[in-house]
T-cell receptor, first 113, second 119 residues
């Protein structure tokens, strides 16, 4: 039968609108967070990162917000384009003797016309 | 293209066979990581090398799995006696770790992955 894991949360956004993708992380001691974009058949691609001493960081068309109180990250993409359609993962860097990246559940973003 | 390459990109094998994958990291990167990704999930950490030393292995890495990085450059991941549950995308990443003051930087660059199908 089908695995629950195949049913990725999907966000459909009109082309030109802003997208907001949310993520909950698990370890309050994590001090570094990264958003990755993964297109079909490719490896994850770094988008933007943020350290725990910041609440917000902006890049080109992307903004990451960090709320340490509720262990929540969000990725905002301005003026969503067809090329933004992909699966997005947040990842936290855990210091468990060495720095280990732990990925959250992905969100599929679909830019529709 | 991140500069990390993996070979082969696809591998189909029969249950019980051995397979070996190769990863060529970005040349100046001292750290190399292997991850496994199944459909609909995020990558899961398997193991990592700092130069040629394998410093950490996940409990996901059973004794049928072995990884090497003999000269601190490319790495191989071998799976012996493959099982259908080994079917997944195997991703390699590399990074260069450096510090600026008290802050360490460790951005990982991922390769395109090797998709393994065990029949």
């Amino acid at each position: 039968g089908e695995s629950v894991g195949l049913h990725l949360p999907t966000l459909s956004v009109q082309e030109g609108d802003n997208s907001i993708i949310n993520c909950a992380y698990s370890n309050s001691a994590s001090d570094y967070f990264i958003w990755y974009k993964q297109e079909s058949g490719k490896g994850p691609q770094f988008i933007i990162d943020i350290r725990s001493n910041m609440d917000k960081r902006q890049g080109q068309r992307v903004t990451v917000l960090l709320n340490k109180t509720v262990k929540h990250l969000s990725l905002q993409i301005a003026a969503t384009q067809p090329g933004d359609s992909a699966v997005y993962f947040c990842a936290e860097l855990m210091n468990t003797g060495f720095q280990k990246l732990v990925f959250g559940t992905g969100t599929r973003l679909l830019s529709v016309q | 293209d991140t500069g990390v390459s993996q070979d082969p990109r696809h591998k189909i094998t029969k249950r019980g066979q051995n397979v070996t994958f190769r990863c060529d990291p970005i040349s100046e990167h001292n750290r190399l990581y292997w991850y496994r990704q199944t459909l609909g999930q995020g990558p899961e950490f398997l193991t990592y090398f700092q130069n040629e030393a394998q410093l950490e292995k996940s409990r996901l890495l059973s004794d049928r799995f072995s990884a090497e990085r003999p000269k601190g450059s490319f790495s191989t991941l071998e799976i012996q006696r493959t099982e259908q549950g080994d079917s997944a995308m195997y991703l390699c990443a590399s990074s260069f770790t450096y510090r600026v003051g008290k802050v360490s930087y460790n951005e990982q660059f991922f390769g395109p992955g090797t998709r393994l199908t065990v029949l």
